[in-house]
Nanobody, 123 residues
Framework: QVHLVESGGGLVQAGGSLRLSCAAS????????MGWFRQAPGKEREFVAA????????YYRDSVKGRFTASRDNGENTLYLQMNSLNTEDTAVYYC????????????????WGQGTQVTVSS
């Protein structure tokens, strides 16, 4: 089991940037593919991005391609999500998670969840 703690959320104006972090502890972080998900009020949790155990491969939901970048530092047991050109539709609680299967993008593919960090984008 791996314990995940997100940070870096906050309030930002449309067009701005934020970088989320996810600190991992417990079992070996570098052995997991990792993902970012988000959940807006009244909506289902949705996939945002995934990154392979080495950091060499990643994939994204279409609406964030070219704006968001997932990265990781296995030496520091930390996952990141750089978010640029934010818009109001990006407002949500963002969660990091371990992925049980590479290439998937559903919450059912998640092993462990963090507690989430709120991102609010104002117009």
């Amino acid at each position: 089991q791996v314990h995940l703690v997100e940070s870096g959320g906050g309030l930002v104006q449309a067009g701005g940037s934020l970088r989320l972090s996810c600190a991992a502890s417990g079992r070996t972080f570098s052995s997991y593919a990792m993902g970012w998900f988000r959940q807006a009020p009244g909506k289902e949790r949705e996939f945002v991005a995934a990154i392979s155990w080495s950091g060499g491969s990643s994939y994204y939901r279409d609406s964030v391609k070219g704006r968001f970048t997932a990265s990781r530092d296995n030496g520091e047991n930390t996952l990141y999500l750089q978010m640029n050109s934010l818009n109001t539709e990006d407002t949500a609680v963002y969660y990091c998670a371990t992925l049980k299967v590479w290439g998937t993008s559903t919450p059912a593919s998640v092993g462990s969840w963090g507690q989430g960090t709120q991102v609010t984008v104002s117009s």
